[in-house]
C-alpha cells in the first residue's frame, strides 16, 4: 500500500482492482506482485498457506495488513466458488417404537442411535437406557426401530398427545407443560466458574464439525468441571441435545456432576429432557424463555444464557455460578 495515499481510498481501489484484475503490480506487505499472481496461489492450497504465514510472520506493525489481506483473500476465494459453507442436511427420519410408528421428525442423519436413546429418555419413555433392548437404523430410508420394556411407557402411540414445539424442523413432545411442572426437582450438582462455562462454549464450537463445514447446524454437549465431554450436533436445537444426552446415558455419567451446554434457545421442554436426565444446570449461547426459567426454578435447574466472549447472563438463582459480578448479568 503507497503510504502516500489515504488507507481507506487506497483499499477501495485495491479491492476494485481485486475484482477487475489488472496487469499493473501492486504492492502488499513489501513483496510486489499482481493480482492475477495472488489468485493463481489459491489453486493451491499449499503454496496460499506458507504465503499467508509469511505475511503474518512481519512485524507488528503489518497486523492491520493482514486483517485486509484476510478479508480481500477470502472475497477472491469467494469469487472463485471457493471457500464457501456447505448446505446442512436435514431428512426426514420415522421412529417405530415396538412396532408401532411414534413419530416422524426431520433430522440430521448423524448419531441416530444416539438421538433415538436420548429421545425416548427425555421424553419419559424409558427411565434407564438399559430398557432398550434393540435398535436397528435403516439411514437411506429414514427409519429407526426401537423395542423397549413395557411398551410406549405401557400407553399406545395413538393415545399419546403430541405437542409442537418452538423448535427447528417442527419438533414433537410428548409432555406438555403440565407434565413438566409435575416432574421432581433434582439433586443439588456441579458448581462451576464463569471461566469453566466461556471455555466450555469455545469448546463445544470448536468441535462442532458439522457447525464449522456449514454455518447452519445446532450443536450440544455435557460437560464437566473434569473437562469437556462429546458433542452431538443436528438441524434441530432439541435433536442435538436429545443426541449429546443420549451418549451420556449410554456412557453410563453421573448427571449430577454435568452441565448441559446447547447453543440453542432454551425453551421449557428442553429443561424438562434436563431434568429427567438429572443435570442442575443447562447453558446456552443464547436466550431462555419466560416458560423455561420457572420451571427450571421450580425444579432447581441453573439456567445460564447468552455465554458469549466473556458475559453471561444468569436466569436463576446463580448460587452455582461463580464468577466476578462485573462480567455477570443477572435476570430479575
Known sequence: MLESENPRHSLDKTFDKFKHPPLKSVKMFDIPMDFHSILSIKRNVNTFLTFFLTMCSRTPSRYINVFFAIFYFRKGLESLGLGKKGTPVEFPVTLHVNDEELLTIQLTPVHLEDWTVGFLFGEGMITRPDEVKKIVIDESQGLIWAEIEGGVKRQSAEERKRFLTSGCGKGVTFSSVRDAFSLKPVSPGIVVTQEFLVNS??????????????????AAMVASTLGPLIVREDIGRHNAVDKALGVALKMGLDPTGLAVMTTGRISYEMVAKVARFGASMVVSRTAATDQAVRLASRLGIEVIGYVRG?????????????CPSSETQVHV
Do not use: D, W
Open 310 to 322: 466473556q458475559m453471561i447472563q444468569i436466569f436463576t438463582e446463580g448460587s452455582r455460578v461463580i
Open 201 to 218: 462454549m469455545r469448546h463445544m464450537y470448536k468441535e462442532a464439525a458439522l457447525y464449522q463445514e456449514t454455518g447452519g447446524m445446532h
